[in-house]
């Protein structure tokens, strides 16, 4: 058997990024790795990152974890999708949800047939097709063995990181309290060899895990491993979150709601709402940001709101000598399609494939390297679709993303929808077809022409089959309890 040269596993950071990366490694590589975990509670967490994907319930059935004691003790809710509100238009609201939009067939995908048919004057929303979405709407929720409902959770980020590092603990991760000052480098290779703690402790590894935050301590700071700045496409660059007493019953999914410089969130748990103001500094101050917070939310509020700045982009290298960076380290997109979280649960199962037992390999590091750059970016466009397909012009931050240069991946997506209404996704795309349709037509993208298999199948079948889907989803979700109410039954 080859010599395991990697065994020692050393994460610094324990927000929601360090514990998901601990729990994973520990859960599946326990029996081969010693893994530490260094944190300072005086340093604390971001403390946002509430609102999840449907990749989260996959990532705890691969951990092995109950969805019921998780539910209960991070205080989540359920989430069906996000609810865009002004987002093409003030006034405008449409929802992208995590469902099957229609039914397509091998010649094409639904929209064909849907734009065929409002063509023709019998086609409802597009929503109306979409079972998920219409539980959305309609507040309803229920999940079970005889429900097929594709879901996602609001988390409270704290809560989160102290299950999983009661998860990660009684599986052997050990924990050590205490700030990092240096990390000691080999002096020929340069890989990190200790990391040092205030109190002179050194914690030795193989394998250093980054996931201190924004600051990056050992991707950035210690090796310099570079950022690649993608502010020209996603120029918002801060966010106030509060945290206030919730209202009323907790609606199954995230609001986000576009002001004049940005947006704003809404993720309502068990225990209390999650707000926040996303904003662009160069087109709104500080003062106006807080104004329009405090103008828009509801409750009383329970922590008083600190702003927190950041910079869209990610590292050249997320894998850098024997150093890997999740979470914010890594890089960030704005949170408007709650995707960080989802980042860190695939690269660590990425990591646990590609692991360096025999030790550290650069083909395998560039290959690690080359997928979450591919992900980030495809990620990335998703987002700016949101802000490019604009057609607001009340002031000049919907102006300025309105005229913005975009990627060339993404121009050659809104082209090709606008040409034929053709959406495409790759096997490795974390947004599927339904995503992209759901968005670019959210967003008021009028395609010039579309698949003529509406009209190969001819209007009475399609008119038929169309009704069929819309009422066989209405009774599905006239059946359903009421999302607040399923939740208080499933926590009693
Ligand atoms: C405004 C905003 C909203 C967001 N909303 C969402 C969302 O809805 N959904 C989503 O998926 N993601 C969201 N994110 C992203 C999400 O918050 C993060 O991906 C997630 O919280 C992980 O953060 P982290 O663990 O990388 O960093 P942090 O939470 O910052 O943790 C860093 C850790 O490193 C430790 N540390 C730092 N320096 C030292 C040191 N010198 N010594 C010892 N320890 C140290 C800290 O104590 C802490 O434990 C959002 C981000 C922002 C900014």
Not at 111 to 121: K, M, N, S
Not at 137 to 166: P, S
Not at 383 to 393: G, N
Not at 395 to 417: G, K, N, V, Y
Request: net charge negative.
């Amino acid at each position: 058997m080859p010599e395991q040269l990697v065994k020692r596993v050393v994460i610094a950071g324990g927000g929601t990024a360090g514990w998901v990366v601990a729990a994973a490694l520990v859960r599946h590589l326990g029996p081969l790795l010693d893994v530490v975990l260094v944190e300072s509670e005086e340093i604390g967490t971001v403390g946002v990152g509430e609102s999840t994907i449907p990749t989260a319930r996959t990532f705890h059935a691969f951990l092995g974890i109950d969805e019921r004691e998780f539910v209960r003790e991070t205080g989540s809710s359920f989430k069906l999708g996000i609810s865009f509100e002004g987002w093409a238009r003030i006034g405008d609201r449409y929802i992208h949800s995590f469902g099957q939009v229609g039914k397509g067939t091998w010649m094409g995908d639904f929209q064909h047939f849907w734009l065929h048919a409002r063509e023709q004057g019998y086609a409802g929303d597009l929503g109306d097709y979409c079972f998920e979405l219409q539980a959305a709407l309609g507040e309803k929720f229920a999940t079970g063995e005889n429900a097929q409902i594709n879901y996602a959770y609001h988390l409270d980020a704290g809560r989160y990181a102290r299950f999983l590092r009661g998860f990660s603990e009684k599986l052997g991760v050990r924990r050590i309290e205490g700030k990092i000052t240096t990390a000691e480098q080999h002096a020929e290779s340069g890989h990190i060899d200790a990391i040092v703690l205030e109190s002179g402790a050194r914690v030795e590894g193989d394998l250093f895990i980054d996931c201190t935050g924004f600051r990056g301590l050992l991707i950035e700071q210690t090796l310099k491993a570079g950022h690649e700045d993608w502010s020209n496409w996603l120029p918002t660059d801060s966010a106030l979150p509060i945290q206030t007493a919730a209202v009323g019953p907790a609606l199954p999914y995230t609001r986000a709601m576009a002001h004049t410089a940005g947006w704003q969130w809404r993720i309502p748990l068990q225990h209390r709402v999650g707000n926040g103001l996303v904003w662009c500094s160069a087109f709104m101050s500080d003062d106006e940001a807080q104004q329009t917070l405090h103008a828009s939310i509801e409750g009383e509020i329970l922590v008083q709101p600190r702003p927190i700045r950041f910079k869209a982009g990610m590292r050249r290298k997320v894998w850098d000598k024997n150093c890997v960076a999740f979470g914010l380290s890594s890089g960030f997109v704005e949170p408007l399609e709650s995707t960080s979280i989802h980042l860190f649960m695939i690269g660590v199962t990425r990591l646990i494939q590609l692991f360096p037992f025999a030790g550290l390999n650069q083909p395998l590091i560039d290959r690690y390297n080359e997928l979450a750059r591919g992900e980030l970016e495809r990620i990335r466009d998703f987002i700016v679709l949101h802000y490019k397909l604009t057609e607001r012009d009340d002031s000049s931050f919907w102006r300025h993303c309105r005229d913005m240069p975009i990627p060339d991946s993404l121009a050659e997506r809104i082209e090709m929808f606008r040409e034929n209404a053709h959406a495409w996704q790759t096997p490795d795309d974390l947004f599927r077809i339904d995503s992209w349709v759901q968005v670019m037509l959210g967003q008021r993208l009028e395609p010039k022409a579309w698949h003529q298999m509406g009209q190969l199948l001819g209007d009475a079948q399609l008119r038929g089959a169309l009704a069929d889907l819309k009422g066989n989803i209405r009774r599905a979700v006239d059946g359903m309890p009421a999302h607040q109410d399923f939740l208080d039954r499933y926590m009693a």
